[in-house]
């Protein structure tokens, strides 16, 4: 019986969460075991908050229940925060930690800059928070459309998933268009080729 | 490939592809959408596949394709059967020849419709059976089940999914049996990729007065004849159809079954009776804590199956109803209790245990489950798995920024709100809304859109405001999709009857909030097949409405055309025409700022709300990354520190 995955990808519309969601339930598919996913998405634009869930094992429901997620990837530090409740206790939270700014900072006076976020993630007693620098490995590797790889590779890295690198390589060739395969493979190498 | 990820909405598609569906039809609204578009996506041009003016046009259409014996499908969202009510009240008597489902998807939450409303109501109000799945696999076969029982009791068939079912996705073999659900596959044979399925051939249209033409003598024996299809349908689907079953979590179905018949009589003390995606969060709740507990699974809830509801009942002590939205499942395990003089305890959401408005979950399954467990239950081992949050944490949260839904950087729809704000200043006036991205403009800065109600009611709840407040500028602002869909009855009713109100038509080219589906307006069919735009100009022309067209990106021209509109009486309209932004890419360049030209006056952030307008470093910049060049901004500022980036 294939092990059980609870997984929230979580951050806001337009940063490729979705696609972040699918290319681990190709590896679970690839490898012919079961998987469900969900997305909590509100009435949602752009630059609204997303969360992907993904579940792997035998799942019955396809919304992880609330501290039954082993991994948070989150594209940026206050999202990370609105779904710690999901987080199971020594679960691992991959974070980018470069803030996006609500669409309405400008327009309400809002000053964000996620450090407040990451400082309390930080000090959770019971998880295991890897802090990624998306953007910078994103601008190494070409596009800053790359960030979901980013986060991917690095959970993979860091043994949060119970998946490969190869196998994530392999969904990024099945699952991606051909003209970004390299691009985002490039930042795969980027990501286990450093300190993260 | 054995196995497929499928959306909820994909499994349902290709379920009524694998079932030799005909004729497919529907108006777009999440969640149901990408039904009717996985099938256009699939077909092999045998189907005939349209998106409908509006819910009423699909299901009449449908309805006469299955009169002439075609399988036919009709999609749409829950609201949607409100406007479809009509022909489906009065189809429940007529019958159909050829099988004809309708797939209405509902929105527990809500997470993007007007009401929380129940379609399992809707069924039995129409006294036209209803299937909930749980899951996307048990979607693919249920809409094959559909249609057979359709054609078995000549009656339409409603399926329906919920948003956790629609927009899920899961495994599910399409060849071979299921993958997650087990109920039984109809096509065992096929497999997805397989191009070919047997095809179903409509006998054809066959005349017929006594059969196919609506009297109230007819009516009065066609209700008879309906209420004894239910009973029948109850009683077929009462045993062996295995979304209608009970088990016993933690059990494989053969323990399970042997467990509830040695049991039954000494009576469990508890039992959950549950339908829809509800089952699958009793499932982990029970799997979470551990208890093995009798369930009775409803997938048809109208008619409901009352004998197997009885087998269930006269098992347990307390019975809990875990659905979402109304409590239909509770309401008729309470009828049988009352019918059968059991005394048995129901619990749900009429006794308060569960909340009435918002979706279901594991959450609050478990909560209830360990409530009730004092005395009832054994819930050993239950308590660590349980509550495993580790939101317990020392240290309080920080308060995080909120992300609401605002219109897109570059959308035209802030320049037509903009250019009637503007033009209007302080005199009295009402702006009536309606269903679409542009409901958006109600948020600040724009604070443009005082009522909202259903699709089409802009245009004819301004003339009872402007009726009422004679001194009260009327404006309703409608898109090009629910215009077509209904706002033009609206119009005619302003003329004919001589209201005072300014129509503002807001057209996109599309229909944008459900995902950019094609549109009279915009002639793409989804067969391929394009014909001529149906122009809004010469339909408003007809009617006798006085108009102007006007690009809502040329702020001075949009103005004026409302200022003149203001300025005439009657029935006059403003269409603003400027494409979607995903409709067409960008043709300028993102808008220049120059520091040194801007006095930091803010005008631009404080009255358009662009997101692509940001502060950096305390002062105004233009996130090019979002920036569309759609240049309202430029012809905003005071100072020219904004200016237009020019051609792309």
């Keep these: 019986m294939s092990k059980s995955l609870n997984c929230i990808i979580c951050g806001v519309g337009g940063q490729g969460n979705v696609l972040a969601s699918r290319l681990i339930a190709q590896v679970l598919l690839s490898r012919n075991e079961h998987v469900k996913t969900a997305e909590t998405i509100g009435m949602a634009q752009r630059g609204g908050s997303v969360a992907s869930h993904v579940r792997g094992g035998r799942p019955q429901s396809p919304l992880v229940p609330k501290g039954h997620a082993d991994t948070l990837i989150a594209f940026e530090p206050g999202e990370a925060v609105r779904c710690i409740d999901y987080l199971a206790p020594g679960g691992t939270i991959i974070v980018n930690t470069q803030a996006s700014q609500p669409p309405t900072a400008a327009l309400h006076d809002i000053e964000y800059d996620g450090s407040e976020a990451l400082n309390y993630l930080r000090k959770l007693p019971d998880a295991n928070v890897i802090e990624v620098d998306g953007s910078r490995i994103c601008e190494e590797a070409g596009s800053a459309k790359a960030l979901n790889i980013v986060l991917l590779a690095a959970a993979v890295k860091n043994e949060a998933l119970g998946i490969s690198r190869e196998e994530l390589e392999e969904a990024i060739r099945e699952r991606v268009k051909p003209a970004y395969h390299e691009m985002n493979l490039r930042a795969v190498e980027l990501v286990f080729s450093e300190d993260v | ?648």
Excluded at chain 2, 60 to 75: I, M
Excluded at chain 2, 131 to 141: K, M, Q, R
Excluded at chain 2, 526 to 534: K, L, R, S, T, V
């Design chain 2, 1 to 648: 490939m054995p196995v497929k990820l499928l959306m909820g909405n994909e499994a349902i598609g290709l379920g009524a592809i694998h079932a030799g569906v005909n004729f497919v039809s529907g108006y777009p609204g999440t969640p149901s959408t990408e039904v009717l578009e996985t099938i256009a996506k699939n077909n092999d041009g045998s189907i005939h596949v349209e998106w409908s003016t509006n819910e009423k046009a699909a299901l009449e259409a449908a309805a006469g394709a299955a009169y002439a014996g075609a399988r036919a499908l009709v999609t749409m969202k829950q609201v949607g059967l409100n406007v479809a009510s009509d022909p489906l009240m009065t189809l429940s008597y007529i019958g159909v020849e050829g099988g004809l489902v309708i797939v209405v998807a509902d929105d527990p939450g809500p997470i993007s419709s007007q009401t929380e409303q129940d379609t399992r109501n809707f069924a039995q109000f129409a006294k036209v059976p209803i299937l909930d799945p749980a899951s996307p696999g048990e979607a693919y076969g249920m809409v094959q089940d559909a249609f057979e029982l359709s054609e078995k009791h000549q009656t339409p068939v409603i399926v329906r999914p919920t948003t956790r079912v629609s927009h899920a996705c899961g495994t599910i073999k399409t060849r071979g049996g299921f993958a997650d659900c087990g109920a039984d596959f109809k096509n065992a044979e096929l497999d997805d990729d397989d191009a070919s399925w047997p095809k179903h051939v409509p006998s054809g249209f066959v005349k017929d007065t006594q059969r196919w033409v609506v009297f109230p003598r007819t009516s009065f024996l066609n209700h008879g004849k309906v209420e004894r299809r239910a009973a029948d349908i109850a009683a077929e689907y009462s045993h062996g159809y295995r979304p209608n079953r009970i088990e016993i979590s933690g059990l494989n179905h053969r323990e399970g079954m042997q467990a509830f018949t040695e049991h039954a009589q000494d009576r469990f003390p508890l039992g959950i009776a549950c339908g829809g995606v509800s089952y699958h969060y009793v499932m982990e709740a029970l799997d979470i804590l551990g208890l093995h507990v009798p369930v009775l699974k409803i997938g048809m809830t109208y008619p409901f199956p009352a004998q197997l509801a009885d087998t269930f009942l006269d098992a347990v002590d307390t019975a809990l109803c875990v659905e979402e939205l109304d409590p239909c499942i509770e309401r008729e395990l309470i009828l049988r209790c009352g019918t059968r003089a059991t005394h048995r305890f129901i619990r749900g959401k009429l006794d308060g245990t569960f909340a009435f408005a918002g979706e279901q979950s594991v959450e609050a399954i478990c909560a209830a489950l360990s409530e009730l467990a004092e005395g009832a239950i054994d819930v050993a081992g239950a308590e660590a798995n349980g509550k495993r949050s580790s939101a317990s944490v020392s240290h309080p949260a920080p308060e995080l920024p909120p992300r609401p839904p605002v219109l897109c950087a570059g959308c035209p729809h802030r320049a037509s709100f903009y250019a009637v704000k503007r033009a209007v200043g302080k005199q009295r006036a009402v702006f009536c809304g309606d269903i679409g991205c542009y409901t958006l403009g109600n948020a600040a800065p724009l604070d443009m859109v005082d009522t909202c109600l259903c699709m089409g009611a802009d245009i004819t709840v301004a003339q009872g405001i402007k009726a009422v407040e004679p001194d009260t500028l009327a404006f309703s602002f409608i898109g090009d999709s629910t215009f077509f869909a209904s706002g033009i009855t609206g119009v005619i009713n302003a003329v004919y009857n001589k209201h005072d109100i300014i129509v503002c038509i807001l057209d996109n080219s599309t229909t944008a909030m459900t995902g950019h589906q094609p549109h009279p307006g915009t002639g793409h069919t989804m067969m391929g097949i394009d014909g001529a735009a149906m122009s809004i100009p010469r339909i408003l022309d007809a009617i006798g409405v006085d108009y102007v067209t006007v690009n809502p990106l040329d702020l001075h021209a949009a103005q004026t055309a409302v200022r003149e509109a203001i300025a005439k009486t009657g029935v006059r309209a403003i269409i603003f025409k400027s494409p979607c932004i995903y409709v067409e890419p960008p043709k300028h360049l993102p808008a220049n700022f120059d520091i040194d030209s801007c006095i930091d006056c803010r005008a631009c952030i404080k009255q358009i709300g662009c997101p692509a307008l940001i502060v950096e470093d305390k002062h105004v910049a233009v996130d090019a990354s979002l920036c569309y060049g759609c240049e309202l901004c430029c012809q905003i500022c005071p100072t020219d520190a904004l200016t237009r980036g020019g051609a792309r």
